[in-house]
């Protein structure tokens, strides 16, 4: 099966910003959150991808076709949510409930109400009274109940509070429940996409650092706690990410965490006081900390 989304050298240049040789694969039916601090490029990124941008140079292959030619076919299967999508402030949800209805046969009614009532917004109401927070959960409705094949949300969960953080993405799992859909969405809080991404994708300054399913970013990556001396053999070890020497003690952070790893560190004379998971926020953070050094 061709995946839902395929980049290969990915190119794009604006004045003061590029993105550099993007390449990346989305499996259908997974989901890939995009990590990546402010004007790393998030949004440029899904903008070509929903065919609103064009790239300088590779290729863009979108549910198995590739834009711009096939661009106008591809749209009507994605479901885009961003700052760029604007609903009418002057006109009710049940208005623009009803347009898209007009305009997509696949407009399904009886999940538009389910999710009016899990989001708890009122239909009658005119979009400019809505909060920040009922203005996202109307715009993912719209997207969500017209069931596309691919989605790409830009930013879905920030200024939400915890609480409609927790509707959206419980709503995001369940369109997932339907293996055939795809979503790419892109966050700062690297907690929503621990939550439910299968895959992950660090973007920085316009160039993919790292891309991995969940899983292998998560094992690979460990905090250890040691006793002895900063050594040149130890900086040279794969994966070390991060070196912070407090003597007597050594915190160190790779990200090549596997059997080898303990067995190495005492053969260098450190002895091991601790080992644990990081979170992804850390993850993150040591990444781009590394590539800035690299
Ligand atoms: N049309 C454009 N013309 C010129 N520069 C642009 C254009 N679109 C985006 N950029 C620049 O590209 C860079 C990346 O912006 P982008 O919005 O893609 O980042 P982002 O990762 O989504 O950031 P944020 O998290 O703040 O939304 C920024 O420096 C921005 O100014």
């Not at 369940?174 to 795809?182: G, Q, T």
């Not at 895959?199 to 300054?205: E, G, K, P, W």
């Not at 160039?207 to 969940?214: H, L, T």
């Amino acid at each position: 099966m061709t995946p839902a989304i395929a980049l290969t050298g990915v190119r794009k240049r604006y004045d003061d910003f590029a993105l550099h040789d993007i390449d990346l694969t989305l499996p259908r039916g997974q989901v890939m959150g995009l990590v990546g601090v402010n004007g790393a490029g998030k949004s440029s990124l899904l903008r070509m991808l929903m065919g609103l941008v064009r790239a300088d140079g590779g290729e863009v292959e979108v549910l198995g076709q590739r834009l711009p030619q096939a661009q106008v076919a591809v749209k009507r299967q994605i479901g885009y949510a961003s700052d760029d999508m604007r609903l009418y402030r002057g006109q009710t949800l049940r208005w623009h409930m009803d347009f898209i209805r007009s305009v997509y046969p696949e407009w399904d009614e009886p999940y538009a109400q389910t999710l009016l009532k899990r989001f708890d917004l009122r239909p009658q109401q005119a979009l400019r009274g809505f909060s920040h927070g009922q203005r996202v959960k109307a715009l993912l409705l719209l997207i969500f109940a017209r069931h596309p094949r691919l989605l790409l949300l830009d930013e879905p969960t920030t200024g939400l509070d915890p609480v409609a953080r927790g509707e959206v993405l419980d709503a995001i799992a369940e369109v997932l429940r339907d293996e055939e859909r795809s979503i790419l969405f892109s966050s700062h809080n690297t907690a929503d996409i621990e939550q439910i991404a299968d895959s992950i994708t660090f973007l920085h300054a316009g160039k993919v650092i790292a891309s991995r399913d969940k899983e292998t970013f998560l094992d690979n990556w460990r905090r250890i706690v040691c006793r002895g001396a900063v050594t040149d053999a130890l900086r040279m070890l794969p994966g070390m990410a991060s070196i912070r020497d407090s003597a007597p003690m050594v915190e160190l952070k790779t990200g090549a965490f596997d059997d080898s790893t303990l067995p190495a560190l005492q053969a260098l004379g450190l002895s091991v006081e601790s080992e644990e998971p990081m979170p992804l926020e850390d993850i993150f953070v040591t990444t781009v900390r590394g590539s800035h050094n690299a």
